[in-house]
């Protein structure tokens, strides 16, 4: 059984990896739009993200209300995880938020450095809430345990 635990699946979740997010256009035209994306997860709330509200990808979660997040680890033994749900989108961001995510995926100086340089794109931002309601998950390193 390759299936992970609740605590290993979130625990997986709340480290800092790329997710790819992964949201249907709707009227079954197009595949789904599927964006890196950085975000923030603690085990047992929603997983947290931010965009533009102009993005193709804020009118496709907006339109849609459910969306798929999707983290790997780059090397062997491989595991995943993606998470679905339901996902609401607001206007605006939280700037230490925002920071304490920057920090996370780049240290604390290089995470300053970056939420500095863009602070400008805050006015524009909004937040996505993805709440999880189905889980799949895959640890290679279980087969050989």
């Not at 992970?4 to 997710?19: I, T």
Request: aromatic content about 8%; glycine content about 8%.
């Amino acid at each position: 059984m390759m299936t992970m635990s609740k605590d290993e699946r979130e625990a997986f979740l709340a480290e800092a990896r790329v997710g790819v997010l992964a949201v249907s256009p709707g009227g079954g035209a197009a595949a789904p739009l599927l964006t890196p994306i950085w975000y923030s997860y603690e085990p047992g709330g929603d997983v947290l993200m931010t965009t533009d509200a102009g993005s193709t990808k804020t009118a496709q979660l907006r339109s849609a209300g459910t969306a798929s997040l999707c983290v790997q680890t780059e090397t062997a033994p491989y595991k995943y995880v993606v998470v679905e749900g339901t996902v609401s989108v607001d206007d605006g961001v939280d700037s230490s938020w925002r920071r304490d995510v920057a920090r996370h995926y780049l240290g604390n100086e290089l995470g300053d450095m970056y939420a500095d340089a863009t602070a400008e794109s805050e006015p524009t931002a909004v937040t996505v809430r993805l709440t999880p309601s189905r889980w799949r998950t895959t640890d290679f390193g279980k087969q050989w345990a």
